[in-house]
């Protein structure tokens, strides 16, 4: 339905959405060209055989940079996965530098609040395990920079420019660990809420709900009946929040 309703340069803007669907299905089929693919991704297995064959970057705009990147590294590596290397995490890393480059604010700094989100909590756990946290840090925006030069320091030198800080830290202190995915995800949804909250209908808007439905999605497995409430909820906000514009 996308597809059909949006301007190109819209669509363009959504499709960094089911990207993560795609990066899936690249590793999926670098492992096995005979993999099942997630449908909600983009490309067909025919396009995923041809960036798995190609050394330099395509020129269909289609296709993210990043993914000749990997290949181009997994094929140096002849496909194993080094002592330190995981090729899920790698690919998640070169999706959120994608992300982050994206020419819509909301969208960068949705990643960005994720890579936070991430290194904050790999930070806090190297510490209670005794384990390096340097290390554990992706990327090289402000906040991995500040945590990776005040590893040793008590809030990682976040306390004062992470206004969520101190909630990811009462987060992790939760023995539940059902509860504690889920206060995170909450988390996500809150900042959705309030960076939303002067948009009507712009394609921001929309990439904000497909967001929320990935996080119901998640949860509904595990509790149909909430994940049931909280969608209709959703679908009556967006009922009554649609404001036509006048001609």
Not at 112 to 141: T, W
Request: proline share 2%; aromatic share 12%; net charge negative.
């Amino acid at each position: 339905m996308l597809n059909d309703a949006l301007h190109p340069k819209d669509k363009a803007l959504i499709d960094s959405y089911f990207l993560r669907y795609d990066n899936q299905n690249l590793v999926a089929f670098l492992k096995n060209n005979n993999a099942a693919l997630n449908e909600k991704g983009t490309l067909t297995a025919e396009e995923l055989k041809d960036i798995a064959e190609i050394d330099l970057y395509p020129s269909d705009k289609k296709t993210p940079r990043y993914f000749t990147d990997f290949v181009n590294l997994w094929q140096k590596e002849n496909g194993e996965q080094g002592k330190n290397q995981l090729w899920e995490e790698l690919m998640t890393s070169f999706y959120i530098d994608y992300g982050m480059k994206s020419k819509s604010t909301l969208i960068a700094k949705w990643f960005e609040l994720n890579l936070n989100i991430g290194n904050v909590l790999s930070a806090i756990y190297c510490r209670k395990y005794d384990m390096p946290v340097a290390e554990a840090i992706v990327g090289d925006n402000d906040v991995a920079q500040t945590i990776r030069k005040n590893a040793n320091a008590r809030d990682f030198g976040l306390g004062t420019n992470l206004d969520y800080f101190e909630k990811l830290v009462r987060i992790t202190n939760d023995p539940d660990i059902y509860e504690r995915e889920h206060r995170i995800d909450k988390l996500r949804w809150n900042w959705l809420e309030t960076n939303t909250a002067f948009n009507h209908f712009n394609i921001e808007f929309i990439f904000a709900w497909l967001c929320k439905l990935q996080i119901l999605e998640r949860w509904v497995t595990l509790n149909a009946e909430e994940g049931e409430r909280v969608f209709r909820k959703l679908i009556a906000e967006l009922k009554s929040e649609v404001e036509v514009p006048a001609v």
